[in-house]
């Protein structure tokens, strides 16, 4: 199969869901006219992909930026687009390496026998993306798929409706629409395709819609990736600097408004350092957002619905007794916007509606302890986050928690940045997900491992074959039936 053979596609908004289908379709048996592309093929494509992102890094910021209402170009092009880019340069380097065959060991009653595992791959790869990282959460997931050598359809949420026009107008300039495909719409035409028979699906989103998903997924038995999200909680060690704390604090929670599954939920501090954070904190806000309701580096929530459920939060935790700290460094109204300044909660308690729901805003309540174990049986009674983030530069004390916490991922004196490293595999346990991707884990999670043996002309089992009664029968029963 040629892979650069041009396809004709619809054009954007002329979605059904027959159309899903026959993609689908038309993906399928272009996979299998063509089931195992070189590595220069796969290379190759990740090139094409570089090439296009590249181009269109402009209109996929300014796109961003719209469906948002504000949203930091520069957040884009450095939490996104180079990520991606990034992802690009780790995959194009080590594929050749993954691709080989490994060489398995064969016993010694099947001896003179091979055996080893070839990577396969899968061959067409569903992704839906949410709306909070359109790019990266689109992207991220179809470097892994091409790097393993499949086809992938993308579905772009009806939320990014900028940006998932000029994804499609991009990828199709790169790609033949039988190898990459991006659908747009919501409603009938994103229930669709969580029913379509992929060969896998990568789901990124919420922990209720991804029961939904892998609900519909099972009508085909379509095995998932499933990247949710929860409370990512902060423990903060009696011992560290809180201005440390505060300023890392401050940058992930901050980032992209708090509208991230892996930024820090909520945290726990000391007793008696609250007071003290809050102050560290709010310089942290005055240096990096100086203002904020004019201000192109701060984002805003992505539409009315997600505002007004942090509005709720905050109605409902303030009816509760909970101490609601407003960092406004310039003193703006925030009426008419979707703008929501960094907000601290102290005083608040497990029933509050905040410390119940994932909060995916700018909002971060803060509770106290006297025993780290007391933190440790908390995090351990509710369902196991995507991250857990610990502050303390003692490694054996790190090792303390780690070793007595689930969770997707274990940060120490760091959070979210885990999420930009190429090596590192992405992924959460239990209810903030299953599967991997990134790092060598998308490469294996988007292959078939397919199991070989070869026997020579020699069949040595023809030596234990019935009647049971041979010298090597006995041979075995005292040797290796032990």
């Known amino acids: 199969m040629n892979s650069q053979t041009k396809t004709t596609s619809l054009t954007p908004h002329s979605y059904d869901i027959q159309h899903l289908h026959d993609v689908l379709e038309q993906q399928k048996h272009a996979y299998l006219r063509y089931p195992l592309p070189t590595a220069k093929e796969r290379i190759d494509r990740l090139a094409r992909l570089k090439r296009i992102l590249v181009k269109y890094q402009d209109q996929f910021a300014e796109a961003i930026n719209q469906d948002y209402g504000n949203r930091s170009t520069s957040e884009t092009k450095i939490g996104e687009l180079l990520t991606c880019l990034e992802h690009i340069k780790y995959y194009s380097k080590h594929l050749t390496t993954w691709m080989k065959p490994s060489k398995r060991h064969v016993s010694i009653i099947h001896q003179p026998a091979k055996a080893w595992v070839q990577y396969q791959p899968l061959g067409v790869i569903g992704i839906i993306t949410p709306w909070n990282y359109p790019l990266l959460l689109s992207i991220g997931p179809l470097i892994c798929a091409l790097a393993a050598g499949n086809h992938a359809m993308i579905k772009i949420s009806s939320s990014s409706g900028n940006f998932g026009r000029i994804l499609e107008k991009a990828l199709s300039e790169a790609f033949p629409q039988e190898l ?34 892998m609900s519909a997924a099972a009508e085909n038995l379509v095995p998932l990736i499933l990247e949710l999200g929860g409370k990512s909680p902060v423990l903060v060690h009696p011992s560290i600097h809180l201005r440390d704390v505060a300023q890392r604090i401050a940058a992930g929670k901050l980032w992209n408004a708090g509208q991230t599954c892996v930024a820090p939920d909520y945290m726990f501090l000391p007793k008696g ?38 509005q709720s939060y905050l109605e409902n935790a303030r009816e509760h007794g909970a101490q609601v700290v407003e960092i406004n460094p310039a003193h703006e109204t925030f009426s008419d916007t979707r703008k929501v300044p960094p907000t601290l909660l102290t005083g608040v308690t497990p029933d509050m509606r905040i410390m ?40 054996a004390r790190a090792d303390y928690v780690a070793q007595r916490t689930h969770s997707g991922h274990f940060g120490q004196n760091t959070v979210l940045t885990h999420v930009a490293q190429d090596d590192l595999p992405f992924g959460g346990v239990g209810a903030s997900g299953m599967g991997k991707y990134h790092g060598p884990e998308g490469f294996f999670s988007l292959s078939h491992e397919r199991s070989v043996m070869s026997n020579p002309k020699l069949y040595s089992l023809k030596f234990i074959l019935p009647p049971f009664n041979k010298p090597i029968h006995k041979l075995i029963s005292k040797t290796l039936l032990r």
């Open 180 to 213: 990459v495909s991006v659908t747009n719409g919501g409603g009938a035409i994103s229930d669709a395709f969580c029913r379509l028979a992929f060969d896998k699906l990568i789901f990124t989103g919420s922990t209720n819609v991804g029961k939904t998903v």
């Open 273 to 310: 350092k609250t007071a003290e954070f809050i102050e560290h904190f709010r310089e942290c806000v005055e240096e990096m957002y100086p203002d904020i309701l004019h201000n192109p580096d701060y984002t805003s929530i992505i539409n009315d619905r997600q505002y007004n459920r942090l």
């Open 356 to 395: 119940q729901d994932e909060i995916f805003g700018p909002l971060l309540p803060i509770m106290e302890y006297d025993q780290i174990d007391d933190v440790i049986e908390f995090i351990n009674s509710r369902p196991r986050p995507l991250a857990l983030y610990y502050f303390d530069f003692d490694q």
